[in-house]
């Protein structure tokens, strides 16, 4: 087996805590407890995960527009949801789909720090002074009921939470068991270490056992509940307070590692956010305390209730950060940005920008990374239609006459549209469906459909470049032809798939969803009006004999490929932009059903052309006589 330090760490535990057990009975009770805490924080994370169904990410879109508005989100859905490490990596998926800017996700770090110091509060004031283990064991039992309801996602939240709030009442009454119980055995208060070395010492073991529990909030109730029982001393306690919030910045580390620069940049931010808090809490330690002796008499607080002067301690340095740090957040930007830099990258890039694998725990930030992912292969694909045409992305995306463009007969550009493909667009699409494969097992019944929805726009574009390539051989072969009715046609599909790929460029930003809808209605009816076998046009064309059996044969297949093309890239148009999802038949449809409807619609043209296919026979009987 591979060398690897989490498993030698892994070994080390196992090993530390298999002489524990054997060395005290209390030891397993304590252990126990601990164990079951950090299991219900989990169950109460996977509540939050399953119970939202984006409620979460849809405040924090609306509740951040402003440093004090992120600072309260943070604040209060870690208050909620006690736990600073998922609120931690919500923020750094976000960040990393670029949902929310850094200086909204450092306001929310901050908050969070401060949202975490409520858990001692109600632990320290309620939860040592009541049985709070008989609470435990009714919302364990209706939990684990509710969890068991199939088809119910929002309910099975909801007994997730239960079950996790049940088993953090019961860690926390093991925890106090057996603090109280070690007690008649071995008195650890005498492992105590008084002054400076004191300090620095167990602000260390605060870090480790963050690290190891990989929870602030698992240490801290630790720490409250070995010194309601006397274990611990007030002053060795405090040090584990400042340990436990420098260790919590590896969670927000270890988050980081698969996210985007501006994640990384966030993550860095909470680390010298908490390590500057943990330095400026050592360095006025005894101000601190004496700060907490004042509030103490002030709030009527016992001199001997070390358990809620604990508390306070742990608000009142976080508090301090915070307010000394908010003052500095641009700045703090501003280096983040000149030190990790974001790669600056040409518009038609072949890697992803979005997908991060610390959006696929919440399903609406994984469907919003995968719809701006799919964004960015849209806007690949333009260049390749755009040269699919015999055009240039600029001439596209300008303002210039495309009919100008289109009379000046230039040269064919020596354009391979499939390795264009291969290379700048399915990567991308490959990458695409592998991650909403991954994010799937995690979504309800709606946030599925609208994932189905993303994965139709992608073949829709994908299947748009295939079309173009079908049709590019004969608009270099027609384009410049003598015979003005052939090059008049082709030129006509070149101009009909440039205007709406200018249109779809140009389509207004600030245009409400609604409006975007109308406007791609609208396009969809023009685009019915250029179909040259209903008006009639190709019908004229080989009545007269304007143009060869060839060039109508060719005509005819291509004026069914670009309808096609057009149609793909109006249906994944309204996906793309406006996240409203059309309720025609073709897009509530499976990928294979769209495709099934699109070869009806192919066949449909066809039988259409049956008439004109015969005079194409006459035409060419004609000529061979």
């Known amino acids: 087996m591979k060398f690897s330090y989490r498993n030698f760490l892994l070994a080390v535990l196992f090993a530390a805590l298999t002489y524990g057990f054997w060395l005290s009975p209390h030891f397993k009770t304590i252990a126990a407890g601990v164990a079951i805490f950090l299991l219900g924080m989990f169950a109460l994370e996977q509540g939050f995960k399953a119970f939202s169904g984006g409620i979460l990410e849809d405040f924090l879109k609306k509740t951040t527009g402003t440093i004090a508005r992120s600072l309260s989100f943070g604040i209060v859905s870690t208050t909620l949801m006690q736990s ?8 750094i998926s976000f960040l990393s789909a670029e949902l929310i800017t850094l200086t909204q996700g450092i306001g929310i770090i901050f ?34 009921i509710m969890i068991f309801q199939k088809g119910s996602a929002r309910l099975q939240g909801a007994g997730w939470a239960l079950v996790g709030l049940g088993f953090l009442f019961l860690g926390i009454a093991y925890m106090k068991e057996g603090f109280e119980t070690i007690g008649s055995h071995l008195d650890l208060s005498h492992y105590a270490i008084s002054g400076l070395r004191g300090l620095l010492v167990y602000t260390l073991v605060g870090i480790a056992a963050t690290v190891v529990m990989q929870s602030s909030h698992a240490t801290l109730i630790l720490t409250i509940t070995a010194l309601s029982a006397g274990q611990i001393s007030y002053e060795n306690a405090l040090a584990l307070a400042i340990g436990s919030n420098v260790g919590t910045t590896v969670t927000a580390m270890l988050g980081a590692i698969s996210a985007s620069v501006s994640g990384k940049r966030l993550a860095i931010a909470h680390f010298i956010f908490n390590i500057v808090t943990g330095i400026i809490a050592i360095i006025f330690i005894r101000q601190f305390e004496l700060a907490v002796d004042w509030l103490g008499r002030l709030a009527g607080m016992a001199a001997d209730n070390h358990t809620l002067r604990f508390a306070l301690f742990h608000t009142l340095f976080n508090l301090t950060g915070v307010i000394l740090m908010l003052p500095f957040i ?67 995306t300008s303002n210039v006459d495309i009919n100008a463009l289109l009379a000046r007969c230039t040269d064919t550009m020596t354009i391979d549209v499939d390795d264009l493909y291969q290379r700048k667009v399915k990567p991308l699409y490959s990458a695409i469906i592998e991650f ?38 004969n608009i270099d072969r027609y384009m410049c032809s003598d015979n003005q009715y052939i090059r008049r046609e082709y030129n006509a599909i070149r101009l009909n798939i440039a205007i709406l790929l200018r249109t779809l460029f140009t389509m207004e930003e600030q245009a409400s969803p609604a409006r975007k809808i109308e406007q791609l209605k609208r396009i969809r009816l023009e685009m019915e009006t250029q179909d040259i076998v209903a008006n009639g046009t190709l019908d004229k064309l080989i009545r007269e ?30 996906i793309i932009f406006t996240n409203l999802y059309s309720q025609e038949k073709e897009l509530s449809l499976t990928e294979e059903d769209v495709e099934n409807d699109m070869l009806g619609k192919q066949d449909e043209i066809r039988a259409r052309l049956g008439h004109e296919s015969a005079q194409i026979d006459h035409i060419s009987a004609d000529q061979d006589r």
């Open 330 to 396: 641009n700045r703090l930007v501003v280096v983040l940005e000149s030190i990790l830099h974001e790669k600056v990258e040409p518009v038609e890039t072949t890697h992803v920008r979005f997908l991060n694998r610390s959006a696929l725990e919440f399903p609406d930030t994984a469907l919003e990374v995968i719809s701006r992912e799919t964004a960015h292969l849209a806007n690949n694909a333009f260049e390749i239609l755009a040269h699919g045409l015999n055009l240039h992305r600029a001439d596209i």
């Open 436 to 473: 909403s494969t991954q994010a799937e097992p995690h979504m309800d019944a709606d946030q599925l459909e609208r994932l189905n929805h993303l994965r139709q726009a992608n073949w829709r574009i994908v299947t748009a470049i295939k079309h173009i390539k079908e049709i590019q051989a």
């Open 111 to 144: 908050g969070a720090n401060l949202g975490t110091t409520t858990g001692a509060w109600l632990v320290a004031g309620l939860g040592l002074k009541v049985d709070i283990a008989a609470y435990a064991m009714p919302m364990l039992v209706f939990g684990v």
């Open 84 to 91: 600073s490490s998922l609120v931690s990596v919500i923020t």
């Open 545 to 574: 004999q304007r143009i060869t059996s060839d060039m109508a044969t060719s005509l005819m297949n291509d004026s069914a490929y670009a309808y096609d093309l057009q149609r793909n890239l109006i249906a994944a148009a309204e």
